[in-house]
């Protein structure tokens, strides 16, 4: 369990807390490239770590990321004109240029210098993996994100994104969770005898420290051979995981090997911008757009599942749409959706959890490891430091495993060979 005050220190994340102050060290997936279709676009709303900001592509195709409200009476930016390399404001016509600096000011007199002094809070972007990306903590900024997904070809990647109401953490550690997968997401009910068979309720959890954060893995037995599965965290929130899949691919193989994950991003203290990714991790082959967007149905992420504000359509008003009748008969919680079943869980634990009243087990080892790490960057930051994680060359060649082997003995090699990105 966490103390009271190690629970505030890793829950708050507006400006000047300490986890604020360490999200603010990275560069953070704001928004989706597709948000931004075009130059001169709609801008877009955006909260980031408690501060409204919107973002807008410019005449240039360059993404600007601002203070959401005007320096002269504070009137939307939302509602401004994208025209001409900058935001305009629709009360007064000030405008304002992608960097924040004010350059024009039609209601002061046309020598005045006055503009010159004025300026919004904007923060650097960068553009990559299908993704707007903002850096929002002192400069220099470091080098720009360097995972694997973001050098992928768009035809071999994919990206879409989901809001929760909780808190980042609780989400983030539902992500690490390696344990419950095989109990939330039972979709093959049975006669529940499988809640006896520890060797796959009870993973074998190995987590090892790195640079960026830690590697972990769970190990399960499956039809007499070993199911090996290597995760990697890289902070602050990042999850990556391996997957075997079928693709809809004519010419290619029945199988092919992906790489999915999330970033669990701080929209506020009380919700979470999710940002899922899958990549194909064989550059000869192309991630399939139907098999992907099947996938995305399944996680309960299809096109008729989400809301405009990028909420499930299953969600707490409705209570999941849970399906009491399902549940009895067919599936462990009733509820429709991978994705939603984990929404369900981690968003009825409240807005941010009380970890004082846990009691943790066994296989909360990489949920502790990751906790300890988020304190320890709190101190680093607090310290003048760089917390781990923040030079992307920490984390640049590593991807996760989904392999079987044959034998015990053959999992470190499946390990060491397939966790080496190829992009």
């Known amino acids: 369990m966490l103390s009271k005050e190690d629970n505030e220190r890793l829950t708050r994340v507006g400006a000047g ?4 102050n360490v999200f603010r060290r990275y560069w953070l997936p704001a928004v989706l490239s597709s948000e931004l279709p075009e130059p001169d676009g709609a801008p877009v709303r955006v909260r980031l770590l408690g501060e409204d900001l919107i973002a807008f592509r410019d005449t240039s195709g360059a993404i600007g990321l601002v203070d959401a409200y005007c320096a002269h009476r504070r009137a939307p930016l939302f509602l401004g004109r994208n025209e001409k390399c900058g935001i305009r404001c629709v009360y007064h016509g000030w405008k304002y240029d992608r960097f924040g600096k004010c350059v024009e000011m039609p209601t002061e007199p046309k020598e005045s210098s006055y503009k010159d002094r004025i300026a919004l809070t904007a923060y650097p972007t960068w553009e990559g993996g299908g993704l707007v990306w903002a850096y929002m903590g002192p400069s220099p900024a470091p080098p720009p994100p360097g ?15 989901t809001v929760q109401d909780c808190n980042y953490l609780q989400a983030l550690e539902g992500g690490l969770d390696s344990s419950h997968a095989t109990i939330l997401h039972n979709m093959t009910l049975g006669d529940m005898s499988w809640l006896d068979d520890y060797e796959r309720t009870t993973p074998k959890l190995e987590v090892y420290p790195t640079d960026y954060g830690f590697q ?7 039809s007499g051979r070993y199911w090996v599965r ?25 199988k092919i090997p992906l790489v999915n994950g999330h970033f669990w991003i701080p929209v506020d203290d009380v919700t979470v911008s999710v940002i899922n990714f899958s990549y194909s991790a064989d550059p000869n ?14 996680y309960g992420r299809g096109e008729d599942e989400v809301l405009e ?33 984990d929404v369900a869980v981690q968003e009825g634990m409240g807005p941010i959890v009380d970890r004082s009243k846990e009691h943790l087990g066994s296989t909360d080892r ?24 923040a030079d992307p060359e920490a984390y640049r060649n590593v991807r996760a495993v989904d392999h079987f082997a044959d034998t015990e003995a053959m999992i470190p090699r499946v390990m060491e060979r397939e966790r080496v990105a190829r992009f």
Do not use: W
Not at 17 to 20: F, I, L, R
Not at 216 to 222: E, F, L, V
Not at 289 to 295: K, P, V
């Open 309 to 341: 504000d990028f909420r499930l359509r299953r969600n707490a008003s409705n209570d999941y749409m849970i399906d009491r009748e399902i549940q009895k008969t067919k599936t462990f919680t009733g509820i429709k959706g991978v994705n939603t079943q």
């Open 17 to 20: 807390t300490p986890m604020g």
């Open 147 to 161: 995972f694997e997904f973001t050098r992928a070809p768009e035809t071999h990647r994919f990206v879409s994104r």
């Open 285 to 298: 082959i192309p991630l399939d757009r139907d098999y992907a967007m099947a996938a995305e149905e399944d």
């Open 366 to 389: 990489a949920i502790v490891m990751m906790r300890r790490l988020l304190l320890e960057a709190c101190r680093t930051v607090e310290a003048g430091g760089t917390p781990k994680g």
């Open 216 to 222: 972990y893995s769970g190990i399960r037995k499956r």
């Open 230 to 254: 290597l995760y990697q965290y890289v902070m602050p929130a990042t999850q990556i995981r391996g997957r075997s899949a079928p693709v809809r691919h004519e010419n290619a193989p029945p």
